[in-house]
């Protein structure tokens, strides 16, 4: 008994196939323009998506920043003053802030600076850091950093003012002034800087 006849079936006869060059030949004569297609279409699809990602994307770090400094101002900025005045209204002008300031020491003295030591500084510590964080377009950079700079001022100025409650024996208004005007200065450069912010947003976004 052969080797042949232990296989099942047999073997089969041997057909000679096409050779490597033909079937290459093949390819490129059948499948070479389907594939060359594909490849076109990909580049189209990847381009066109690119193209509306860059497009749509190019307001969104303004958005972004609007969202951003609006929201860092309630949860921080008007947060503090609202602690402050143990009021929502928002403060009208320099003068207004001053006025506040003045009679709240005046009728609390020591107790309204515990009260704003003990209550109310948290909000500028937490806010100068989540500014500090913020990645603005570069042309809204300075405005940002005003913002920061405003809110160490500010927060300096209140600690000074604060101290000097708190070993005032009697409150004197005039003595106080300086230090009062310190707080409205950083009140009114943050808000200018946020207002400012605020203006260069919308106008980006307006068509």
Not at 43 to 51: M, S
Not at 123 to 130: F, G, I, V, Y
Not at 140 to 146: E, G, R
Not at 181 to 191: D, H, K, L
Request: charged share 30%.
């Amino acid at each position: 008994m052969s080797d042949d006849d232990l296989r099942l079936g047999g073997a089969p006869p041997l057909v000679p196939g096409p050779s490597l060059e033909a079937e290459e030949r093949a390819m490129r004569g059948g499948r070479g323009p389907l594939f060359a297609a594909v490849a076109a279409l990909g580049l189209l699809l990847v381009g066109g998506i690119a193209f509306f990602i860059l497009g749509s994307d190019d307001l969104e770090p303004y958005r972004t920043l609007g969202r951003n400094v609006n929201g860092i101002e309630s949860e921080y900025f008007d947060s503090f003053w609202g602690c402050v005045f143990q009021a929502e209204e928002r403060i009208g002008s320099n003068e207004d802030l001053q006025r506040e300031i003045h009679e709240r020491a005046t009728n609390g003295g020591s107790r309204f600076a515990a009260h704003v030591r003990q209550r109310c500084m948290s909000r500028l510590d937490q806010m100068e850091p989540r500014l500090r964080a913020l990645i603005p377009p570069l042309d809204l950079a300075p405005k940002v950093d005003a913002m920061v700079e405003a809110t160490a001022s500010l927060r300096s100025a209140w600690s000074d003012y604060v101290g000097y409650l708190e070993t005032a024996e009697v409150y004197d208004e005039e003595d106080a002034q300086p230090r009062v005007s310190r707080i409205a200065r950083g009140w009114f450069e943050f808000e200018r800087a946020q207002n400012e912010i605020d203006a260069a947003v919308r106008e980006r976004l307006t068509p």
